[in-house]
């Protein structure tokens, strides 16, 4: 007998489909399928059944990651003892069924189905881009079907035009069988119902919308339409125009901090398209439209190319070979350090590239530079949830796979916007609350997960920008006023003397929700709504964002999160849990592999003398015990002229920094500036070398995402400028005198893995063991760790911390009424560098600034007219969009395009404790205008003149040797 009903003793096969999704029971069933004794979960399907022994039953409509949904007919078996011919998708086991897959009757009844359905399709399969790609020619192979007696005489839909309004794929309604599952996978997996079938019977079709074009309709182009669709009515553009794929290799999506398994399907040496994969165990075969279609940036023509160097930002580029501008650059280092000293230059790790590559950067500073300066952009997003993690929790990271939170009761999002910044998990989150899981969001603006259709409750707490610590403190004062803490988990897992001196604080009157109310703008009866719902109904769940971190208070919140989670005890199992959601692709893996200048990889201090020794011993050279310049010192430092030369790697700082004003004034007081990237980013404007980067199509190696799982990332195509990223950074660090001669990435994990107490268990053939690793993973856990917490804490009893409310100094007057806070949206990612050189730029093609109907209206504001937006440190102008999701008195604007200068008027107020920006409250006047700002026309003169200095150097012949 094959026992399907231990899952320990069988591994699913993500390149097969199993008709229909798995069920988990305790009970098992024993049936028969043409011969073949098999053991399954009760509630499985008698198609999933038959695969799962290797038996191929045919299918149309049915898919393993939709429901079952029995249309097609074509999965029919026959059931001893039973009449008929039933649907096998439909069909659940039963104890002692005896199934027949294939005899002469189910043959005839098949071909004769799949005959209707070929009576209304094109016959053009020599023609059709998904020829030797298309279930429905495959299923009229399998059943044998050789003749169509019907006819193509009758009405049908042949001469049904196609919809190519989507950049990414069109639809051609002509090949539809209306087998729904593109509709399913709408509902079922994105969770946007922007599908739906119109008409009854013969007449009925697939329809976006109200009978819209896609690009009109709701449609948010995930791909799951595309990807269901068993024939070319929805097809990618890039295979109707390329031809379809012959090979692919699975890799690791370098968008947001979900980081999805995709198949990069090529053909040749060419890409066609990304597939999710359904062995990710992050994404399940699921996607977003950045990572499904936006991967046109990597062979976009403005690629850089080739290595450049200049003397100075007002000469051209020189295109040089790799040789010359690694000279030049170490040269321009050591001549820095001489005669400014050692600690005048640093370094600038990415979130963006991979583990390995980061981990280098941070050790070239340290062991080639002879410093602790090195950074990176965790510091202005995430460095508070380090802060505070480690304070309370005893590690920096979430506690949580993603799918823990399809067992949440309650589901507590604060200052985050899933659907738009991470919207795979964002799909998955909505399936739970189609369950029927409470929603809470505790954000300013009204986001889209609180439109769910067919969600379960759903509860908005509007804060004013600027009070998250206020209603942090007020929500666990309900807490402990009504007797909800979870008291066993305190006594057993948190410390008393920090317990008591926390509740004492947490109970006093001035943190009611009552007393806070005019400060947080949200009604105290909501706030006490939210907190009981949070801490009596099951399993809570807290999953939080750059609304979180981005403030002056930011790791004060963090703690306050983490107090909420001790006290009612939801933390250390599935359901639960303290949840950051990373915004880039690898800020968590740039964090654990020590991009701090105070930690060394794996959040060990500079300052530990046997950490300290284990690195010198393995690097064979001795590190600094002081901790270095965070990237807001620098800058400062650079103003103040005693930090003369950076090095950054994949980052674009000058456009993603607080008061870009500031940040360009550093820049240019450089006498060094070395800029590693894969275009003439707004940084590169200012750099003196300019390195070829290559896109994570290029390179192998590994990321890390929001749940600490780390992924691998392989190579896909050979690097445009022959070089993976971290080549470079060897390169540099040999030319400087300390040598670097790893052979390949994995010699780099295992250096990592050597070093870093979290990661002991990592290495490449356990990734390619497992397919993924959530650390720690080390000899207490040897398999890595889904559910952090489980037991005890890392600093062994959980840290309650007093998270006293101060109000932020950037508040709202007579001269700046309105507050600005800043997001992202769907389409665009970060700076925009990548998804801006896509179509994806036909969704949104600049940034604007949301307004309220009532400041609008104040203000004599229309819809489209063009805003001043001034702040005390900055003034730029914004398109005007008026919106009701927005409160009064609060504006928001998106950062994805540089010439928009939303962080012109920043501040560079931050975080107490880490430095990390303000982001989120900025004191803002907005007022109609009718030309661009002063900041703007300098933008646009000094963009257009680094272009022409790059256009020149790239009429110039290449150099020899390159």
Same mark, same amino acid.
């Not at 079938?197 to 074009?213: H, L, T, V, W, Y």
């Given at each position: 007998?094959?026992?399907?009903?231990?899952?320990?003793?069988?591994?699913?096969?993500?390149?097969?489909?199993?008709?229909?999704?798995?069920?988990?029971?305790?009970?098992?069933?024993?049936?028969?399928?043409?011969?073949?004794?098999?053991?399954?979960?009760?509630?499985?399907?008698?198609?999933?059944?038959?695969?799962?022994?290797?038996?191929?039953?045919?299918?149309?409509?049915?898919?393993?990651?939709?429901?079952?949904?029995?249309?097609?007919?074509?999965?029919?078996?026959?059931?001893?003892?039973?009449?008929?011919?039933?649907?096998?998708?439909?069909?659940?086991?039963?104890?002692?069924?005896?199934?027949?897959?294939?005899?002469?009757?189910?043959?005839?009844?098949?071909?004769?189905?799949?005959?209707?359905?070929?009576?209304?399709?094109?016959?053009?399969?020599?023609?059709?881009?998904?020829?030797?790609?298309?279930?429905?020619?495959?299923?009229?192979?399998?059943?044998?079907?050789?003749?169509?007696?019907?006819?193509?005489?009758?009405?049908?839909?042949?001469?049904?035009?196609?919809?190519?309004?989507?950049?990414?794929?069109?639809?051609?309604?002509?090949?539809?069988?209306?087998?729904?599952?593109?509709?399913?996978?709408?509902?079922?997996?994105?969770?946007?119902?922007?599908?739906?079938?119109?008409?009854?019977?013969?007449?009925?079709?697939?329809?976006?919308?109200?009978?819209?074009?896609?690009m009109d309709s709701e449609c948010v182009s995930c791909g799951a339409c595309v990807q269901a669709c068993p024939t070319s009515t929805l097809m990618e553009k890039?295979?109707?125009?390329?031809?379809?794929?012959?090979?692919?290799?699975?890799?690791?999506?370098?968008?947001?901090?979900?980081?999805?398994?995709?198949?990069?399907?090529?053909?040749?040496?060419?890409?066609?398209?990304?597939?999710?994969?359904?062995?990710?165990?992050?994404?399940?075969?699921?996607?977003?439209?950045?990572?499904?279609?936006?991967?046109?940036?990597?062979?976009?023509?403005?690629?850089?190319?080739?290595?450049?160097?200049?003397?100075?930002?007002?000469?051209?580029?020189?295109?040089?070979?790799?040789?010359?501008?690694?000279?030049?650059?170490?040269?321009?280092?050591?001549?820095?350090?001489?005669?400014?000293?050692?600690?005048?230059?640093?370094?600038?790790?990415?979130?963006?590239?991979?583990?390995?590559?980061?981990?280098?950067?941070?050790?070239?500073?340290?062991?080639?530079?002879?410093?602790?300066?090195?950074?990176?952009?965790?510091?202005?997003?995430?460095?508070?949830?380090g802060y505070g993690l480690k304070t309370t929790l005893g590690e920096s990271a979430g506690t949580q796979t993603f799918d823990s939170v399809m067992k949440a009761?309650?589901?507590?999002?604060?200052?985050?916007?899933?659907?738009?910044?991470?919207?795979?998990?964002?799909?998955?989150?909505?399936?739970?609350?189609?369950?029927?899981?409470?929603?809470?969001?505790?954000?300013?603006?009204?986001?889209?997960?609180?439109?769910?259709?067919?969600?379960?409750?759903?509860?908005?707490?509007?804060?004013?920008?600027? &009070?998250? !610590?206020?209603? @942090?403190?007020? *929500? %666990?004062?309900?807490?402990?006023?009504? +007797?909800? =803490?979870?008291?066993?988990?305190?006594?057993?897992?948190?410390?008393?003397?920090?317990?008591?001196?926390?509740?004492?604080?947490?109970?006093?009157?001035?943190?009611?929700?009552?007393?806070?109310?005019?400060?947080?703008?949200?009604?105290?009866?909501?706030?006490?709504?939210?907190?009981?719902?949070?801490?009596?109904?099951?399993?809570?769940?807290?999953?939080?964002?750059?609304?979180?971190?981005?403030?002056?208070?930011?790791? &004060?919140? !963090?703690?306050? @999160?983490?107090? *909420? %989670?001790?006290?009612?005890?939801?933390? +250390?199992? =599935?359901?639960?849990?303290?949840?950051?959601?990373?915004?880039?692709?690898?800020?968590?893996?740039?964090?654990?592999?020590?991009?701090?200048?105070?930690?060394?990889?794996?959040?060990?201090?500079?300052?530990?003398?046997?950490?300290?020794?284990?690195?010198?011993?393995?690097?064979?050279?001795?590190?600094?015990?002081?901790?270095?310049?965070?990237?807001?010192?620098?800058?400062?430092?650079?103003?103040?002229?005693?930090?003369?030369?950076?090095?950054?790697?994949?980052?674009?700082? %000058?456009?993603?920094?607080?008061?870009?004003?500031?940040?360009?004034?550093?820049?240019?007081?450089?006498?060094?500036?070395?800029?590693?990237?894969?275009?003439?980013?707004?940084?590169?404007?200012?750099?003196?070398?300019?390195?070829?980067?290559?896109?994570?199509?290029?390179?192998?190696?590994?990321?890390?995402?929001?749940?600490?799982?780390?992924?691998?990332?392989?190579?896909?195509?050979?690097?445009?400028?022959?070089?993976?990223?971290?080549?470079?950074?060897?390169?540099?660090?040999?030319?400087?005198?300390?040598?670097?001669?790893?052979?390949?990435?994995?010699?780099?994990?295992?250096?990592?893995?050597?070093?870093?107490?979290t990661f002991t268990g990592v290495s490449y053939a356990k990734l390619e063991e497992q397919g993924s690793i959530q650390w720690p993973c080390n000899a207490e856990?040897?398999?890595?760790?889904?559910?952090?917490?489980?037991?005890?804490?890392?600093?062994?009893?959980?840290?309650?911390?007093?998270?006293?409310?101060?109000?932020?100094?950037?508040?709202?007057?007579?001269?700046?009424?309105?507050?600005?806070?800043?997001?992202?949206?769907?389409?665009?990612?970060?700076?925009?560098?990548?998804?801006?050189?896509?179509?994806?730029?036909?969704?949104?093609?600049?940034?604007?600034?949301?307004?309220?109907?009532?400041?609008?209206?104040?203000?004599?504001?229309?819809?489209?007219?063009?805003?001043?937006?001034?702040?005390?440190?900055?003034?730029?102008?914004?398109?005007?969009?008026?919106?009701?999701?927005?409160?009064?008195?609060?504006?928001?604007?998106?950062?994805?395009?540089?010439?928009?200068?939303?962080?012109?008027?920043?501040?560079?107020?931050?975080?107490?404790?880490?430095?990390?920006?303000?982001?989120?409250?900025?004191?803002?006047?907005?007022?109609?205008?009718?030309?661009?700002?002063?900041?703007?026309?300098?933008?646009?003169?000094?963009?257009?003149?680094?272009?022409?200095?790059?256009?020149?150097?790239?009429?110039?012949?290449?150099?020899?040797?390159?």
């Amino acid at each position: 007998m094959i026992n399907y009903f231990d899952p320990s003793q069988h591994r699913i096969d993500p390149d097969r489909d199993y008709g229909t999704p798995p069920r988990l029971s305790e009970k098992a069933v024993v049936l028969t399928i043409d011969g073949i004794e098999i053991s399954v979960p009760e509630g499985t399907s008698v198609l999933r059944a038959a695969a799962l022994a290797g038996i191929t039953i045919p299918k149309l409509c049915a898919s393993d990651n939709l429901e079952a949904f029995g249309s097609c007919r074509l999965c029919a078996v026959q059931i001893e003892g039973r009449r008929g011919y039933p649907a096998s998708c439909t069909t659940p086991v039963a104890e002692g069924m005896d199934v027949t897959t294939q005899n002469g009757k189910l043959a005839r009844l098949r071909r004769n189905v799949m005959e209707l359905y070929i009576s209304d399709h094109p016959l053009d399969c020599l023609t059709c881009p998904a020829n030797g790609d298309c279930e429905l020619q495959d299923m009229a192979g399998a059943v044998g079907l050789r003749e169509v007696r019907y006819g193509f005489e009758g009405e049908n839909h042949l001469d049904a035009e196609i919809d190519a309004s989507n950049p990414y794929f069109s639809f051609d309604p002509s090949k539809c069988i209306v087998c729904s599952r593109c509709v399913r996978a709408c509902e079922e997996v994105q969770g946007t119902f922007a599908l739906t079938i119109d008409g009854r019977g013969f007449d009925s079709k697939i329809a976006a919308g109200q009978n819209e074009p896609f690009m009109d309709s709701e449609c948010v182009s995930c791909g799951a339409c595309v990807q269901a669709c068993p024939t070319s009515t929805l097809m990618e553009k890039s295979v109707i125009d390329q031809g379809v794929p012959e090979h692919s290799v699975v890799t690791t999506c370098a968008y947001c901090g979900v980081g999805c398994s995709f198949e990069a399907q090529m053909k040749g040496d060419q890409l066609v398209r990304m597939v999710p994969y359904k062995g990710g165990d992050a994404n399940h075969g699921h996607s977003c439209v950045k990572g499904r279609f936006a991967f046109g940036y990597a062979t976009h023509q403005d690629r850089i190319t080739e290595p450049m160097i200049r003397d100075s930002i007002d000469q051209p580029w020189r295109p040089v070979s790799w040789d010359e501008a690694i000279g030049f650059a170490a040269r321009r280092l050591k001549e820095t350090q001489a005669r400014y000293g050692r600690e005048s230059i640093g370094g600038i790790t990415s979130s963006r590239c991979t583990n390995e590559e980061t981990y280098l950067v941070q050790k070239l500073v340290r062991a080639g530079f002879g410093n602790n300066n090195t950074d990176t952009c965790a510091r202005v997003c995430h460095s508070p949830t380090g802060y505070g993690l480690k304070t309370t929790l005893g590690e920096s990271a979430g506690t949580q796979t993603f799918d823990s939170v399809m067992k949440a009761d309650t589901i507590l999002v604060i200052g985050a916007n899933p659907t738009d910044a991470h919207p795979v998990f964002g799909s998955q989150m909505r399936r739970r609350l189609r369950e029927g899981a409470t929603l809470i969001v505790a954000d300013p603006r009204r986001i889209d997960l609180l439109k769910t259709p067919h969600g379960g409750r759903m509860l908005h707490l509007p804060l004013k920008p600027g &009070t998250n !610590v206020a209603l @942090i403190n007020s *929500l %666990a004062h309900v807490v402990v006023t009504e +007797g909800l =803490e979870d008291k066993a988990f305190i006594e057993t897992r948190c410390e008393t003397e920090a317990y008591r001196i926390w509740r004492d604080f947490i109970s006093e009157a001035r943190n009611s929700p009552e007393a806070l109310e005019a400060e947080t703008g949200v009604p105290a009866a909501q706030i006490r709504e939210a907190a009981r719902s949070y801490a009596s109904v099951g399993n809570g769940a807290i999953y939080y964002g750059l609304g979180v971190t981005e403030h002056s208070q930011g790791s &004060t919140m !963090v703690m306050g @999160i983490a107090n *909420l %989670a001790m006290a009612t005890g939801n933390l +250390g199992r =599935e359901g639960v849990g303290v949840n950051p959601l990373r915004g880039q692709n690898n800020v968590q893996g740039s964090c654990d592999m020590g991009s701090f200048p105070h930690e060394l990889p794996g959040y060990q201090h500079v300052a530990d003398l046997d950490v300290r020794q284990r690195f010198e011993s393995v690097w064979q050279t001795t590190l600094d015990d002081e901790p270095g310049l965070r990237i807001p010192n620098m800058f400062d430092a650079a103003i103040a002229g005693t930090f003369k030369a950076l090095y950054v790697q994949g980052e674009d700082i %000058a456009q993603s920094d607080p008061n870009t004003q500031h940040v360009q004034a550093a820049l240019t007081s450089l006498d060094c500036l070395i800029v590693q990237d894969i275009f003439l980013n707004e940084t590169a404007k200012y750099a003196h070398v300019l390195l070829p980067g290559s896109t994570f199509l290029e390179k192998n190696g590994t990321f890390t995402n929001a749940e600490r799982r780390i992924n691998r990332v392989r190579k896909v195509m050979a690097p445009v400028a022959g070089k993976e990223d971290w080549e470079v950074t060897q390169d540099l660090a040999n030319a400087l005198g300390y040598p670097m001669n790893y052979s390949h990435p994995s010699e780099i994990m295992d250096e990592i893995a050597l070093l870093t107490p979290t990661f002991t268990g990592v290495s490449y053939a356990k990734l390619e063991e497992q397919g993924s690793i959530q650390w720690p993973c080390n000899a207490e856990h040897p398999d890595g760790t889904p559910t952090m917490h489980e037991l005890d804490f890392p600093i062994g009893k959980g840290h309650f911390a007093v998270t006293e409310y101060v109000p932020t100094e950037e508040r709202s007057n007579r001269r700046f009424p309105l507050l600005l806070t800043t997001g992202r949206i769907l389409s665009q990612y970060n700076v925009g560098a990548q998804t801006r050189r896509t179509d994806n730029s036909q969704w949104h093609e600049e940034d604007v600034l949301e307004i309220h109907p009532s400041d609008a209206e104040v203000r004599g504001i229309a819809e489209g007219d063009w805003l001043g937006v001034s702040s005390r440190v900055g003034h730029t102008v914004l398109r005007c969009r008026i919106s009701d999701r927005m409160q009064p008195g609060v504006v928001y604007t998106t950062f994805h395009h540089p010439g928009s200068g939303a962080n012109v008027i920043t501040t560079d107020s931050s975080d107490w404790a880490t430095n990390c920006p303000e982001y989120k409250v900025t004191a803002v006047q907005v007022e109609k205008v009718s030309q661009p700002s002063e900041w703007q026309k300098r933008f646009h003169h000094f963009d257009r003149r680094q272009r022409g200095y790059l256009e020149q150097g790239a009429e110039e012949p290449a150099p020899a040797g390159q």
